[in-house]
């Protein structure tokens, strides 16, 4: 299996390719898996966003993009659930994997439900999503045995601390991405600090969440004239100032915040990836990866 090793400063993790399974990892490790990096844009090597942060052997997963499932299992992490998910919004790239990820890890031995954290309309998601399955559900539910062992404990949030449990505090902070309710991250574990932006556009309070942390994994969207879809119609340099951060900005951001590492991921463009890190570098010094799906740190 590839493995990618990356020069950084010495206070940051290694990067590795995802090769091992939690199980080996001792209780209080952290390991972040980029699973996805995606956008909307359907590419075929990579994977909507999400991202795990894997803690001994308990799997924290932010976002559900396309594919889930799959990554999770190239990753060598549990396809019968997870300890939770976090949804930053709920724009359908963020989301389309949720099915896989509730039905699968039913059909692969989850019988009880695993908390679910998110904006207003979490609720409400699931519960149709039980009604499109219900054939589906019917049936297996006579062929497991198991009443309501695909059900999930979806809770709807507001900012604060969501998780707080054997050494892992999971805090949920707004950010700014135009009109919909979006949550940024901030993850603090037995000796690692993480913030997940989400999608959002340059944030003083993902600033303020951020400043000093271990890893902060970002978006970005590159700077200069960008189409993002196929409708000319669309005020595109509008669209981007309200929802997203361009690369010139989040370098600003991060010299900002200043962690020890910064992770760029739904990144909508592959082939800019030299352009954004240089951006990216007119302002933050330290280190930076441009993610990959299924890169370990």
């Keep these: 299996m590839r493995i990618v090793t990356l020069a950084i400063a010495a206070a940051c993790l290694p990067v590795l390719a995802a090769q091992s399974q939690p199980a080996s990892s001792p209780a209080d490790s952290t390991i ?3 699973l996805g990096t995606g956008t909307p844009r359907p590419l075929p090597d990579v994977m909507g966003p999400a991202t795990a942060v894997v803690v ?26 997870v300890e939770a998910l976090f949804l930053t919004h709920l724009h359908s790239d963020h989301v389309l994997g949720i099915a ?20 207003t309309g979490t609720k409400s998601m699931f519960e149709h999503l039980y009604q499109a399955f219900a054939v589906d559900i019917k049936e297996r ?23 707080d449990s054997g050494g892992v505090r999971v805090t949920a902070f ?5 009109e919909m309710q979006a949550f940024g991250y901030r993850v603090d574990t037995p000796n690692r600090s993480i913030v997940i932006s989400g999608d959002t556009r340059p944030s003083e309070t993902l600033i303020k969440m951020a400043t000093g942390v271990d890893v902060l994994i970002h978006e970005v969207i590159p700077s200069g004239p960008i189409q993002l879809g196929n409708r000319p119609n669309v005020d595109w340099a509008k669209y981007i100032a309200t929802h997203h951060t361009t690369s010139i900005q989040l370098g600003e951001v991060a010299a900002r915040a200043n962690p020890k590492l910064l992770i760029v991921s739904h990144n909508t463009r592959r082939d800019t990836s030299a352009q954004v890190l240089a951006d990216i570098r007119r302002a ?11 890169q370990r740190f």
């Design 141 to 163: 539910e006579t062929d497991y045995g198991v009443a309501g062992g695909y059900r999930v404990d979806a809770r709807e949030i507001m900012p604060g601390v969501v998780y």
């Design 56 to 81: 001994g052997r308990r799997v924290f997963l932010f976002d559900a993009g396309t594919g889930i499932e799959r990554r999770l299992a190239a990753a060598h992490l549990p396809v019968n659930g």
């Design 100 to 119: 896989d990820l509730v039905l699968t890890s039913w059909i692969f031995g989850r019988n009880q439900p695993f908390a679910v954290y998110g904006p």
């Design 284 to 294: 933050y010094k330290g280190p930076v990866v441009i993610a990959e799906d299924l």
């Design 32 to 34: 972040i898996i980029t």
């Design 174 to 178: 707004r950010v700014e991405h135009g």
